[in-house]
């Protein structure tokens, strides 16, 4: 009975709305990768991104009844932990060098 229930109120919402949220926080995370120059923002407008894609996932796993979307999702967490994991630890190693985390001032470090 739970199953129907809840499976019938996830379809009540249109996957249209979905795909619409989904391409909007896709676009501002977009946005805020091309034009921020923080690191740490950066950061997470590609997490921002990867939420969007989980989302679109999750609503097409749940229209079609098919649970590989979802699966999909969790490697797609793995994989954004272990980003984030990585690049807070450049962001560590680079602050101390460079006493600044703007990515303008990281072209320095070519040199």
Not at 59 to 86: K, T
């Amino acid at each position: 009975m739970n199953n129907i229930l809840l499976q019938s109120s996830i379809q009540v919402i249109p996957i249209n709305w979905y795909i619409l949220l989904s391409a909007a926080l896709f676009t501002i995370g977009a946005l805020g990768v091309m034009f921020r120059r923080n690191a740490i923002i950066i950061f997470m407008c590609i997490e921002l991104m990867l939420n969007a894609v989980n989302l679109l996932l999750v609503a097409f796993s749940s229209f079609h009844s098919d649970a590989a979307g979802q699966v999909f999702v969790f490697f797609i967490m793995a994989v954004a932990a272990a980003e984030v994991a990585v690049g807070l630890a450049i962001l560590t190693m680079i602050y101390r060098n460079v006493k600044s985390i703007d990515i303008d001032l990281l072209g320095n470090l070519k040199n």
